[in-house]
């Protein structure tokens, strides 16, 4: 077996094992949707900027951002899937490729280091803060994001090589993580005073999915090791399921994390009665 440092594990279970047809096929198609739907999330962004106040304008702008970043950024990891690994005719199955790239997760954690600050900073465009300082959560969110997102991108390259290593470095952007998440919840908590009872309840929901969608990062993080060291993860299963889970958390981080704070905008612009008397009409 060729010599793979300090790769991704998805690397050494196609040098060993190999993929299955089902597998490797799977895997392409998960992150093809990835990129796919923050194409459309631009659209949909692009599209509906002109029914909210001016005020609340820059969520939707920030989010177009975040979904030109996700979509170059995940097209690239999708390309360098397929370029990874070949079929093999006599075994019937895909193995990394000799010729080809590495197979590296750090495109995603390029793209979480522009997005995650951006995603951060939309809900304060959006909420009224009644006793927290602007720039003072502003500049929380950006260095616990920030931080978070360069410790795991350390870790990752020792998920194989040193364990110790790897969860240390785990542990370290979980520290960042556990602040962001106090962070938000006392924005989230600051919003909701003085407003409408349908816009606390989208504050209610969005609180809600930043916790379900955040939390599935982390663990992606440890898929292989989820079952045990040597456990059921550590396979193509946990590949397929570690792509699938950075997937949903992108999509729902991203794509429906914005549509929320769209349709808060909305709310708080008092422009949703009239919206839904055009379409009515």
Same mark, same amino acid.
């Given at each position: 077996?060729q010599?793979?440092?300090n790769?991704n594990f998805?690397?050494?279970?196609g040098?060993t094992?190999?993929?299955s047809?089902?597998?490797?096929?799977?895997t392409?198609?998960?992150?093809?949707l990835?990129?796919? #739907?923050?194409?459309?999330?631009?659209l949909?962004?692009?599209?509906?900027?002109?029914? #909210?106040?001016?005020?609340?304008?820059? %969520?939707?702008?920030?989010? =177009?951002?975040v979904?030109?970043s996700?979509f170059?950024?995940?097209?690239?990891?999708?390309?360098?899937?397929t370029?990874?690994f070949?079929?093999d005719?006599d075994?019937?199955?895909?193995f990394?490729?000799?010729?080809?790239? !590495?197979?590296?997760?750090g495109?995603?954690?390029l793209?979480?280091?522009i997005?995650?600050?951006?995603l951060?900073?939309q809900?304060l465009?959006v909420?009224s803060?009644?006793?927290s300082?602007?720039?003072? #959560?502003?500049?929380?969110?950006?260095?616990?994001?920030?931080?978070m997102?360069?410790?795991?991108?350390?870790?990752?390259f020792?998920?194989?090589?040193?364990?110790?290593?790897?969860?240390v470095?785990?542990?370290i %952007?979980?520290?960042?993580?556990?602040?962001i998440?106090w962070v938000?919840?006392?924005?989230?908590?600051?919003?909701?005073?003085g407003?409408?009872?349908?816009?606390?309840?989208?504050?209610s929901?969005?609180?809600? !999915?930043f916790?379900v969608?955040?939390f599935l990062?982390?663990?992606a993080?440890l898929m292989?090791?989820?079952?045990?060291?040597?456990?059921f993860?550590y396979?193509?299963?946990?590949v397929?399921?570690?792509?699938l889970t950075?997937?949903?958390?992108?999509?729902?981080?991203?794509?429906?994390?914005?549509?929320?704070?769209?349709?808060?905008?909305?709310?708080? %612009?008092?422009?949703?009665?009239m919206?839904?008397a055009?379409?009515? =009409?």
């Amino acid at each position: 077996m060729q010599n793979l440092g300090n790769s991704n594990f998805e690397n050494y279970i196609g040098a060993t094992e190999g993929y299955s047809e089902i597998a490797y096929q799977f895997t392409s198609h998960i992150l093809t949707l990835g990129y796919a #739907v923050m194409l459309a999330g631009l659209l949909y962004f692009i599209l509906t900027i002109k029914n #909210v106040d001016k005020k609340y304008q820059m %969520s939707n702008i920030l989010s =177009a951002v975040v979904m030109v970043s996700a979509f170059l950024l995940l097209y690239a990891q999708a390309e360098n899937w397929t370029t990874s690994f070949t079929f093999d005719v006599d075994k019937g199955k895909y193995f990394l490729n000799p010729e080809g790239d !590495l197979f590296n997760n750090g495109y995603r954690y390029l793209n979480w280091l522009i997005d995650v600050p951006m995603l951060l900073f939309q809900i304060l465009f959006v909420v009224s803060l009644t006793t927290s300082s602007f720039i003072s #959560v502003r500049n929380q969110f950006w260095f616990s994001g920030a931080l978070m997102i360069i410790t795991g991108y350390i870790g990752q390259f020792y998920e194989v090589t040193n364990l110790t290593l790897f969860f240390v470095w785990g542990a370290i %952007s979980s520290a960042f993580f556990f602040h962001i998440l106090w962070v938000m919840k006392k924005v989230i908590d600051e919003g909701k005073e003085g407003i409408s009872a349908k816009g606390q309840k989208i504050l209610s929901n969005i609180w809600i !999915l930043f916790l379900v969608s955040w939390f599935l990062y982390p663990g992606a993080y440890l898929m292989p090791y989820l079952a045990g060291l040597e456990g059921f993860f550590y396979s193509e299963d946990g590949v397929m399921a570690r792509q699938l889970t950075y997937t949903i958390a992108d999509v729902c981080s991203k794509v429906i994390y914005g549509v929320l704070l769209g349709n808060l905008a909305l709310t708080l %612009s008092g422009n949703d009665t009239m919206v839904e008397a055009k379409k009515a =009409a």
